[in-house]
């Protein structure tokens, strides 16, 4: 292939393997003076287009000169339906983004994050040429622009934030994928990169962050995220809600129409009870301190148990009626129909504990488990009824990490919300459940436009005039850019 002079377009012959990485000016520049720029902003090309060049920003070709943006359409979400934080496939998605968000609560740390193909080790993205980086194949064609990308979930307890911190670094998160362009691992993480973050840890940790990652927290509103996380998976995700009655799952179909209002009920260390009207329109109307904090806190003090799993896992083994005070405790096991109780109704969560002369070494930490859950379940499903009643709502959506997916957790839940609303009002739950505050930060990437993203162009420099190579000219003059485009891409796929 003949040399620079004249060949107007990005080399796609084995020459460009060997590439150079200039740190100070971000370009990568091919063994014949090819320069490819890496990481440049957008805003910024305007002012290098000397000498009759142009440039064409992004990984895939923007005619517009638009922004990279997250396609939505047709999300849906990937695996089977009992899999627990499934990812969630964005099958038209084109631009070449780097999200990733945190919601950084007391107990949990909960990060959504994208990728543009299946998720990989670092070791396995370190053995991609760079050809396949470029989006270039075998057979000299380029594949662009490549579609699809992944939204995958994953969580971490607080208290081994190290452990969140290690996963990102291991990914290359924070300089947006090893993927992406930072394919060497040892060139510094841009200064100015901003993760958005939100809950209380993104204030708190803030420095941890900058000091471990080398990047800068962006807060978002904790409220906020919430209700976006929500209505998002609500509006765009098929098969997300469902209800959970008496051991049988159902999904929901929800009308995008008649989706508000609301009740948001988001179950974390505490309880937030929100009424949600519309995008960005809603009031915390409620809430309380018993939630999942309580559960874990008091479940820990009484079964010494390590971690929240372990203690749902005891309760799967549990009997309450050891320990709980039921109406035919009180009644000689008989019901008090006249006012709907059946002898099985819970009348005190830990009654029993009051008259039996045991020790708490003397209750099996099973029973005490789903004791504790069955008091905190009930609780929170009550209140929830009591403030859909209050504002005339009937569908009642639960979030949060303390749902985690468990049967029993989800069926007590919408027995309290059935029971005091005598059938009328109906509990959901979510797939994402734990996930909305991070899903909504993740979203206020797209709310404050992506300009201070963490987005990496492609640039490609040359000048203006015919594709020439060989000592030949091929095709007319161009006349602009969109048409220099349409003939790259005709030049390209004829393997010139």
Not at 15 to 34: A, F, P, R, T
Not at 99 to 104: K, P, R, V, W
Not at 456 to 474: C, N, Q, S
């Amino acid at each position: 292939m003949a040399g620079l002079n004249g060949d107007p377009f990005l080399r796609i012959d084995d020459n460009i393997e060997k590439l150079q990485y200039n740190n100070n000016s971000k370009e990568v520049i091919d063994k014949e003076g090819l320069v490819v720029r890496i990481g440049e902003d957008s805003s910024n090309n305007k002012n290098n287009n000397q000498g009759g060049e142009k440039d064409m920003a992004g990984n895939s070709i923007h005619r517009s000169g638009s922004r990279p943006q997250l396609d939505l359409s047709k999300a849906e979400i990937q695996g089977n339906s009992e899999e627990r934080d499934p990812t969630i496939l964005l099958p038209n998605q084109t631009d070449d983004i780097s999200h990733l968000a945190l919601d950084i609560g007391g107990s949990l740390i909960k990060l959504v994050y994208f990728s543009r193909h299946e998720d990989q080790s670092v070791d396995d993205k370190r053995k991609k040429t760079v050809k396949e980086r470029l989006g270039i194949s075998n057979g000299n064609r380029r594949n662009f622009p490549i579609l699809g990308g992944r939204l995958h979930f994953v969580k971490f307890e607080t208290s081994k934030l190290n452990e969140c911190l290690d996963f990102i670094s291991s990914k290359q998160l924070h300089r947006g994928r090893i993927d992406s362009h930072h394919w060497n691992s040892e060139a510094p993480a841009n200064e100015n990169a901003v993760i958005k973050a939100t809950g209380g840890g993104a204030y708190k940790f803030a420095d941890l962050f900058k000091e471990r990652l080398g990047v800068s927290i962006d807060k978002e509103d904790e409220m906020d995220c919430l209700v976006a996380g929500a209505n998002f998976l609500l509006k765009a995700i098929r098969h997300e809600a469902f209800t959970h009655m008496e051991g049988h799952k159902e999904f929901v179909q929800i009308d995008h129409n008649d989706l508000f209002p609301y009740l948001l009920v988001n179950i974390g260390s505490g309880v937030s009870i929100i009424k949600v009207d519309g995008d960005g329109k809603f009031q915390r109307v409620s809430g309380t301190n018993v939630g999942g904090g309580t559960y874990w806190g008091l479940g820990r003090l009484l079964t010494k148990c390590n971690s929240f799993d372990e203690l749902l896992e005891l309760s799967q083994r549990g009997d309450n009626r050891t320990i709980d005070m039921l109406v035919g405790d009180i009644y000689g096991g008989m019901d008090y129909s006249k006012i709907g109780l059946s002898a099985s109704t819970i009348a005190s969560s830990f009654g029993k504990a009051i008259s039996d002369k045991k020790e708490l070494q003397d209750y099996r930490p099973e029973d005490i488990s789903l004791s504790l859950l069955r008091m905190i379940s009930y609780n929170i499903g009550q209140i929830s009824y009591l403030n859909a009643l209050r504002f005339g709502l009937k569908r009642i959506f639960f979030g949060g990490f303390f749902i985690r997916g468990h049967a029993y957790t989800m069926d007590t839940i919408s027995f309290a919300v059935h029971f005091w609303s005598k059938g009328e009002a109906q509990a959901m739950f979510l797939r994402h459940e734990g996930f909305l505050g991070a899903v909504g930060a993740f979203m206020s990437y797209q709310k404050h436009g992506l300009d201070d993203l963490m987005v990496h162009h492609l640039v490609e420099r040359f000048p203006m005039g015919a594709p020439y190579t060989g000592g030949k000219i091929h095709g007319p003059p161009l006349g602009d850019l969109n048409e220099k485009i349409s003939w790259m891409e005709k030049f390209v796929s004829e393997g010139y």
